[in-house]
């Protein structure tokens, strides 16, 4: 059974590269058991998602554009 | 539309500098080098005005030009060797060994709890001034792995090559940075806000 650490090292990389099959088999067991796990990825997630949103220029003016 | 004249780019030039100098400082972790690079940016999009194809995304073609000034910075400093060597920074594991168990699970104190959905977090301006304190926090090589997968978009190949370091040290740098980030933002972000 995979332990939480090791199943942060597989939450980290699915971030820069796709599983391998057996890779994305023992992450998906674990987090099907561990809430702890399922919170961390969720914030993996939201870094990720934090650096596309401070990277990108989505403030006020990309509205003002996308309104017809 | 008022929006597209070189009058109202200039304005919107100045709105967004303070975010390009936050987006700079994440990479360089210089403010003068920062600045420096924010004002070459704000600079060559002054003189390429004409060559912007209007329509849409003004920021965005600004950001672009940022992040190529930014990989230069990069590029010239580690030809200038001041760099510290990418490999050796396992000095400090502390924070992250804080966070498990000796038989990997999580610390009792250390479990994730929920941020809530990310678009509250990011309309939320003390969840950026955390995300921005604990990106400082971070060590050097870290912080500079994780600004260029995460904040620039560069794939990790991309980063090796660009840095000079094998591909699995880059995905355990990038692990221990986001393990880092999330322990640091959970104690600033949630526990003062419910203090």
Known sequence: ?68 | MTQDTPEARHRRLIDVRPRLVSFALMHLRDLSRAEDAVQEALTAALEKDGSFAGRSGYETWVFGILKYKILDVMRAQKRQGKWQPLEDEGDDDEPIERQFQQNGQWQKDARPSSWGEPEAAFENDHFWQVFDACMIALPDSAARVFSLRELMGLSTDDICRELGIKENNCWVILHRARLRLRACIEKGWLKETAS
């Open chain 1, 1 to 68: 059974m995979m332990m939480c650490k090791e199943a942060t090292r597989l939450m980290s990389l699915r971030q820069d590269r796709p599983l391998k099959f057996r890779e994305r088999l023992s992450l998906r067991l674990h987090l099907s058991m561990c809430s702890a796990c399922r919170e961390c990825d969720r914030q993996f997630e939201l870094l990720h998602k934090a650096g596309q949103h401070k990277a990108s220029a989505s403030e006020g003016t990309d509205e003002e554009r996308r309104a017809p």
